[in-house]
């Protein structure tokens, strides 16, 4: 039901920063980034619902910063001192029916994706 367009995505080299977009028809209960590389599932990195309250993975804590804008319907992620490691595609998620799921990061907790926004950081 929530359409969701991504973008920002790139290449960049550590220690640089990204900022990735996310354009939806409508903010869900809850939001969320998720990024998956070849052969590993896909991961929760930072989700935030609309009363303000984030979680984070552990390897992006203190790097990056998950927010939104109401006014214009966009979800962002800013990601600061990116290491070779985060390289993977990321996708924008939302929620819009409330899953008690969403704490924990799990793609399971998410009804609708966008397509994916490729980053790729070089040493």
């Known amino acids: 039901q929530v359409q969701l367009e991504e973008s920002g995505g790139g290449s960049v080299q550590s220690g640089g920063s990204l900022r990735l977009s996310c354009v939806a028809s409508?903010?869900?209960?809850?939001m969320g980034w998720f990024r998956q590389v070849p052969g590993k599932e896909r991961e929760g990195v930072a989700v935030i619902n609309n009363a303000g309250s984030t979680n984070y993975a552990a390897s992006v804590r203190g790097r990056f910063t998950i927010s939104q804008d109401n006014a214009k319907n966009t979800l962002y992620l800013q990601m600061n001192n990116l290491k070779v490691e985060d390289t993977a595609m990321y996708f924008c998620?939302?929620?819009?029916?409330?899953?008690?799921?969403?704490?924990?990061?799990?793609?399971?907790?998410?009804?609708?994706w966008g397509q994916g926004t490729q980053v790729t950081v070089s040493s």
């Open positions: 998620a939302a929620g819009v029916s409330y899953s008690p799921d969403w704490w924990a990061r799990l793609p399971r907790a998410f009804d609708s």
């Open positions: 409508r903010l869900g209960q809850y």
